[in-house]
């Protein structure tokens, strides 16, 4: 299978398939390696470090909505361990 540097999946799915999915992705940064796969390729994750996650909820009129966002650097940042030298 060819590598990606994208993957985008849409479906409709009852609750179960997408607690599955949710399992899946949860285990995935357990083990600090994700892998999404269909018939156009493979793209591998490998999370560390901190993790950066945002989850917003929203309740319209006609469509209620929940969006859960993950990100991190592929090579954390390190920083300073020292503090700044200040006079005053």
């Known amino acids: 299978m060819k590598s990606k540097t994208e993957f985008k999946h ?3 799915l009852d609750p179960a398939d997408i607690q599955d999915v949710l399992k899946a992705i ?14 156009k390729g493979t793209l591998s994750l490998g999370p560390q470090g901190l ?7 929203s309740d ?10 993950l ?3 592929k090579k954390p940042k390190t920083l300073n361990k020292k503090p700044p030298k200040i006079e005053g």
């Not at 949860?26 to 994700?34: I, T």
Request: proline share 0%; glycine share 10%; net charge negative.
């Open 10 to 12: 849409e479906a409709l």
């Open 26 to 39: 949860s285990k995935g940064l357990g083990k600090g390696k994700l892998e999404f796969s269909d018939d």
């Open 51 to 57: 993790l950066y996650l945002k989850v917003s909820a």
């Open 60 to 69: 319209g009129d006609d469509r209620q909505q929940v969006d859960i966002k």
């Open 71 to 73: 990100r991190w650097e």
